[in-house]
Structure formats: structure tokens, C-alpha cells
């Protein structure tokens, strides 16, 4: 009793010393006797399991180790090895207490031999040594290879295909086991070899300890660094592009100019297609452009068999109704009874259609036109209402008759208080605007070309062209200092001696019939234009070609050629409004803008593209520009933006006689000889990033359609409009 009371206080003594320190070595000792235990049980019964791909015990998946029967099934599995573990020690305690009673060396020894052994499944050597042999080889033999001894390894028994899929099933760590092809056994993952899986299938690393963000640590101590790691000067060879290298590449250019290097050519891709394929998804119709994909046919269906349920068929009286229907109301096909498929006759409109679809192929080819959806009314552009715009001459207030042919030119008084007009009767007359009174009468006995008024109101002199002669007539208009200015000025005691060229160009000659001054020219005059300060006249003269267009000073009484070489026949000039020494001829079909005090250098070119230009005028601003052509357009110049024109206007159906800003509303309006004169709002903004807004506001009609409107002219003062017809009567239109 003593001895078994000592041995079992030793056991008590030595169990809490095997707790601390588990023997591995008895364990595997355990494992590897249960395992053979079950692989005798396994060869007894001859229900081996089939691991030859078949088995579901063989494959893994990431949802396999994903799962929550995962987690439970390891907390069982731990729970039930800390069971065994100490289920063990308790076993191995008592076995050692019975056998080994008191030796107390002997077990010292085994605690060491159990501290130094490291069981690792890594290390453990394959029961198969055939090496890298192809299993394939040993498809047909009875043993899949050699153990170490030399002894042939039998292959195991396949398992029926049930019974495998049955016995794993039952086994809930079947998930576990994988099948060893190259030794012919089961292996079953341990708990952390089935972590590592699943840390690998989620794309982490396998072992968690790991840390892929670990912070950087500097091994250089750079508290008490004075001087660098290195003060040694960059090597002259790092700044320098390497010789060896552009002689390997020379070498290289060489080879390959001459041959020797040749690089493989892109594959061609063969140009098949499915036949009968979708052609919406075809690469053919990136190889035509004009290539469109035929309609899909309608699949045909009950009615379009030859033996079809009778309701598809219809009765004698919806086929009468048939008839009655329209063409396109009419159903296309109407199906039919036969009894069999030999009956069936041949389609009767084969013939018709293919000679339809040819037609269609020779006369009307597919062409893919790209069709928008726009409401029409969003492509116009968004216009202030016409109301807001007032106001601007609309309806005709007053007439000014007592011309016997049709009034060629009109001019109106600075102050806004008189109105010249001249016709091709040879009259020229002074109106009074308010009354319609006619104050003053000059007769001539040719036609009157074009009238213009001085622009300085002390001034009121009128300049009067008719065939080669140019007439300065006093108005006698003003207070009598005003009218004695005038006389002196009109008054040709010394002339100055003109040099050649201009004096064979024009001649100043006094007019002792109206008291005035005439020039006479070399060739009809056809339009005359004053400068804002009333001493300078431009005359235009088309048969003139270089010498066409010539300024008269009227103060110096002399005549100056302009230092410009004419490209074209001119047809209208102007005095910049701002600008001194800018002046700009018009051509048939350009506009050019000169520099008079720079020896006449050209400083730019607008490119109208009209047929025949007809008539010009500038904004008062001076950077716009509009020009009337005798084809019916108009063309708005911005000349800081662009030599083209920023937009053009076509309304009127016939030629365009003449243009006309106003001096202080935004107002322009045209007329032409369609009997008709436009009114625009025209409206510059002092912002150089918005561009000019151009509204049509009133189409003007009441002249007769013998001769059209051939001059309009707006107030100087108020929103009205003068125009002078062919039908010998001007009109003034008011708001």
C-alpha cells in the first residue's frame, strides 16, 4: 500500500510538470498507432475509396474554406484535441507510474528527448521513390512504384462509386482530406495547414503574423553625421552619353538597314465571317461605308405552314372584306390548306418580286442617311421680342412730292431740320422735314447723280454731282456770318497751281449762274462722300480705273491723287468717322482700308465673296462695316474680328442700292429695288468677347414697283427713315 500510495504521489507530483511541457513523441506515437490501426481495418473490409478524381473529397475550393462550418468544425476540432491531449498525458502518466515506478532519471531523459524533437510534416520523406517517373507508366501495373526498401507499392482497391460518395457524407472532416496521386493515399489537412489555404485563396500572405505595411527603420544614425556618406564628385561619366552604347547602337542600324536583323510581320487575321451570322455584329460594315445590314425578316409561324389549324385560315367572307381594304391595309400573306408538302405550288409573285428587288438594287441603293430629331423652332436663334427694340420707323408719316423723275439721291442736314434730294430730271431741291416744303430749286440740265450735304452745321453747303461736273452750291441757309464764310469760301480769286497729274484729272471752275463752284473731271462721277470735318471731298469715278478715285480739299480749293495703286474698278468710298487718315475703297468684290498719312499703306483686306458690291456705309464706332451687294445679300463686317464677314443677310430678292447706319440709334436699314427698304437693330457692345446683335425689325413698303428704292437715309437726330423712289416721291417713315 505504501508503494502504490508513493506511486501514485509521484504520478500527482509529475502530472502538472507534463502538462507544461507535452511529449510530442508519444503523441505521434499515438497518431501514427491509430493510423495504422485504421489502415488495417480499411485493407480488412476492402471498401477502399476511389481517389482517382471521381471522390469529392479530393477537390478544393476558397468557398470550402470560407465557410462557417469551418470556424465550428476547428472549435470542435480544438476542443476535442485538448481532450485527447490531456486524455493522453493521463494514459501516458499512468503507464509510465506502473512501469517505471521511481525512476526518476529515465524520466529527466525523456523530458529532454521531448523538448529537442521537432515533428514537421515538411520533413517527412515520400513513401514512394520512383522519383520525376510519369505515373502514366504505371497506368497498366498493379503497384504504382517503390518504397525505399525496393518493395513494390500495390495499388489500393477502387471503391465503388456510391459507396465513396457515401462514406463521405459520413465523414464530416471530409472537407479536409486530399488525395495523394504520387504515393496512392488520403492526407487530411491539419487545422493550420487549412488557415494557410485560406489565407492564400483570399490572396493574403500565409502566415498571420506577417506585416506587409511594417514601418521603416533607419539604420543610419544621422544625429552626429557632420560630413556626407560620400563627398567623392560625380564621375564625368555619368554626365557623358555612353560610347559603347550608341556604337552597339549604330551596329544595330546598320543590321537592320541592311537586312540581317528582320522582325516578324503581324499575323494577317483571315477574312472569313459567319455566313449566316448576325450581320449587326460583322466586321463588314466597317469596310463600306455606305454599308447598311438588310432588315430582319419577321420568323415565320403558324399561319405560314402549309397544314395550319383551320382558325388561322379565314372564311370566304374576311377574304371578300380583303378586297375592299386598301393595298398597304392589306394583309400580305393569307395562309392556306394542303395536305401534303408535294401539293404545294410554286410562289406565284417569285418572279415579280425578284424583278421588284432588282430594280430597287439598280435604282435606289441603300444609303445610310443620318436623320436628327430637332424641333425646327430650337434651330432659330433667340431674338429679343420687337417690342423692347423700340423705337424704330415703321408705318409712313409723311411724303415729299414735286420731282418729275426718280429721286437718284437723297442727304440730310446735320441739324435734322432740311433734306436734299436730286433726281434724273436735273433738279435738285431743299425740303423742309416737319412741313413737306419744298424751300429751293437748282435746275440742271443733266441728271443728278448723288447729293451730299456738308457735315459741319456753319456750314451748309451742298456738293452736287451730275456726268464729269461736281457743283458746291450755297444753300444760303444760316445767319448772315455764316453766309458771308460761305461766299469767301466759294469764292475763286487765286487758285493754286495744280500739279500735271491732278490737273488732268479735274479742273476748278467758278459758277456765276448759282454763284458757287464747279470741278469738271476727265469722267462721269458716280459717288461722292465728305469727311466728318467738312473740308476734304472724296469723288468716285468708275472709268477712271487707276485714277478713279481723287480728294478734293475744299478750303485749299486743290485736288490730290491718292498715293494708291487702284486693284479693280471702285465703286463707293468712305472717311473713317474716328480714325484721321483712314480711308476705305470699295471694289466690285473687295474692300480695302488704307493709311493716307502713311503714304496710303494698306492695312487690311475684307473678303466680301459677293458677285458685285453696291453700296457701303460704317458704323458710327468705326470697327463696323456693312456692304450691299446687286445680288440681294448684305454683309456685316466686324473689322477687329475677322477680314470675312461676321454674318451675311440675304432678304432682299433684287439688287441692293444703297445702305445706312444711324448716327445715334442702333439702327441700319437697306433698300433695293424690289420697292422695298429693311430695317435692322444693330446693336455693338463695348465688350469685345460679345459679338454684334443683328435683329430684322420692319419691312418698309409703299413705293411703286417702277424703279425700286434707289436712297435711304436715316435722321440724324430721330429714329426715321427717308427713302427716295423711282416713282418720283420720297418718303419719311416714323415710329
Known amino acids: 500500500m505504501t508503494k502504490k500510495s508513493d506511486g501514485a504521489n509521484e504520478d500527482q507530483v509529475k502530472e ?59 472549435d470542435d476540432d480544438s476542443h476535442r484535441e485538448t481532450q485527447d491531449d490531456e486524455g493522453s498525458d493521463e494514459v501516458v502518466d499512468s503507464e509510465n507510474g506502473e512501469e517505471e515506478d521511481g525512476s526518476d532519471d529515465e524520466g529527466s531523459e525523456q523530458r529532454e528527448v521531448a523538448e529537442e524533437s521537432d515533428s514537421s510534416e515538411d520533413e517527412v520523406t515520400p513513401r514512394n521513390t520512383v522519383g520525376d517517373v510519369p505515373l502514366e507508366w504505371y497506368k497498366d501495373e498493379k503497384h504504382i512504384g517503390y518504397d525505399i526498401t525496393g518493395k513494390k507499392i500495390t495499388k489500393k482497391e477502387k471503391q465503388d462509386k456510391l459507396d465513396s460518395f457515401l462514406a463521405t457524407m459520413d465523414d464530416s472532416k471530409n472537407w479536409r482530406k486530399v488525395y495523394d496521386e504520387y504515393n496512392d493515399e488520403e492526407v487530411e489537412l491539419t487545422k493550420e495547414e487549412s488557415k494557410l489555404i485560406r489565407r492564400m485563396l483570399k490572396g493574403e500572405a500565409p502566415h498571420a503574423d ?29 554626365f557623358i552619353p555612353s560610347k559603347w552604347e550608341a556604337k552597339k547602337v549604330v551596329k544595330l542600324v546598320r543590321a537592320i538597314r541592311k537586312g540581317l536583323i528582320k522582325f516578324d510581320k503581324p499575323e494577317e487575321e483571315p477574312n472569313v465571317y459567319l455566313l449566316w451570322g448576325d450581320d449587326s455584329a460583322s466586321d463588314q460594315k466597317s469596310k463600306h461605308l455606305t454599308y447598311i445590314p438588310p432588315p430582319k425578316l419577321k420568323l415565320p409561324g403558324h399561319e405560314e405552314s402549309y397544314n395550319p389549324s383551320l382558325e388561322y385560315i379565314p372564311s370566304e367572307e374576311e377574304k371578300a372584306s380583303y378586297e375592299l381594304m386598301y393595298e398597304e391595309d392589306r394583309p400580305k400573306f393569307i395562309p392556306k390548306r394542303f395536305t401534303s408538302l408535294r401539293s404545294i405550288p410554286a410562289y406565284e409573285n417569285a418572279l415579280k418580286e425578284s424583278f421588284d428587288r432588282c430594280l430597287d438594287l439598280y435604282l435606289c441603293p441603300r444609303v445610310r442617311k443620318k436623320r436628327i430629331n430637332i424641333d425646327p423652332e430650337s434651330l432659330k436663334p433667340k431674338l429679343p421680342s420687337r417690342k423692347d427694340l423700340r423705337p424704330y420707323p415703321n408705318s409712313c408719316y409723311l411724303e415729299y412730292k414735286g420731282h418729275t423723275g426718280p429721286v437718284t439721291s437723297i442727304s440730310t442736314e446735320l441739324s435734322g431740320q432740311w433734306i436734299a434730294s436730286g433726281s434724273t430730271d436735273g433738279s435738285v431741291r431743299i425740303w423742309e422735314v416737319e412741313t413737306g416744303r419744298c424751300l429751293k430749286v437748282w435746275q ?184 450691299g451687294s446687286k445680288e440681294g445679300k448684305m454683309c456685316w463686317f466686324d473689322m477687329d474680328l475677322s477680314s470675312k464677314p461676321y454674318k451675311i443677310l440675304k432678304n432682299h430678292p433684287k439688287d441692293i442700292t444703297n445702305v445706312g447706319f444711324h448716327r445715334s440709334y442702333p439702327l441700319f436699314a437697306s433698300c433695293s429695288e424690289d420697292s422695298t427698304a429693311y430695317v435692322f437693330h444693330g446693336k455693338v457692345y463695348s465688350d469685345l468677347n460679345e459679338n454684334p446683335l443683328i435683329v430684322p425689325l420692319e419691312i418698309l413698303r409703299g413705293h411703286s414697283s417702277k424703279g425700286g428704292v434707289l436712297d435711304c437715309k436715316f435722321h440724324p437726330r430721330q429714329p426715321w427713315l427717308f427713302t427716295a423712289g423711282g416713282d418720283s416721291v420720297i418718303k419719311l417713315y416714323c415710329h
Not at 218 to 232: E, G, N, Y
Not at 495 to 519: F, M, S, T, V
Not at 579 to 607: D, M, Q, S
Request: charged letters at 30%; a negative charge; hydrophobic letters at 35%.
Open 210 to 238: 506577417f506585416d506587409p505595411y511594417a514601418p521603416y527603420v533607419d539604420w543610419f544614425k544621422w544625429d552626429d553625421a557632420i560630413h556626407p556618406l560620400s563627398s567623392a564628385p560625380e564621375p564625368k561619366r555619368r
Open 16 to 74: 502538472p510538470k507534463r502538462n507544461i511541457v507535452p511529449s510530442k513523441s508519444q503523441k505521434e506515437a499515438k497518431e501514427m498507432k491509430s493510423s495504422k490501426e485504421e489502415e488495417d481495418l480499411l485493407l480488412d473490409s476492402g471498401t477502399d475509396s476511389d481517389y482517382d478524381g471521381d471522390s469529392l473529397s479530393g477537390s478544393l475550393n476558397s468557398d470550402d474554406f470560407d465557410s462557417d462550418i469551418f470556424d465550428s468544425e476547428d
Open 444 to 627: 440742271f440740265d443733266e441728271a443728278v447723280k448723288c447729293v451730299a450735304w456738308n457735315p459741319l452745321p456753319d456750314f451748309p453747303i451742298l456738293a452736287v454731282a451730275m456726268g464729269v461736273d461736281l457743283f458746291f452750291l450755297n444753300t444760303e441757309l444760316g445767319t448772315d456770318e455764316e453766309q458771308q464764310r460761305i461766299e469767301e469760301l466759294l469764292r475763286l480769286d487765286n487758285l493754286p497751281e495744280l500739279d500735271e497729274a491732278a490737273a488732268a484729272i479735274a479742273k476748278w471752275l467758278p459758277d456765276e449762274k448759282y454763284r458757287g463752284i464747279k470741278i469738271r473731271h476727265f469722267k462721269n462721277l458716280s459717288y461722292i462722300d465728305w469727311h466728318p470735318r467738312g473740308d476734304y471731298l472724296s469723288a468716285v469715278m468708275p472709268g477712271g480705273e487707276t485714277r478713279g478715285v481723287v480728294i478734293h480739299q475744299l478750303s485749299a480749293h486743290s485736288t490730290k491723287m491718292l498715293p494708291i495703286k487702284m486693284r479693280g474698278l471702285p465703286v463707293c468710298t468712305l472717311f473713317h468717322p474716328n480714325h484721321r487718315g483712314i480711308f476705305i475703297i470699295a471694289t466690285k468684290k473687295y474692300v480695302r482700308v488704307y493709311n493716307l498719312h502713311k503714304n496710303g499703306e494698306p492695312i487690311k483686306k475684307l473678303e466680301t465673296g459677293l458677285r458685285e458690291i453696291s453700296s457701303m456705309a460704317i458704323h458710327p464706332g468705326g470697327d463696323n462695316l456693312v456692304v
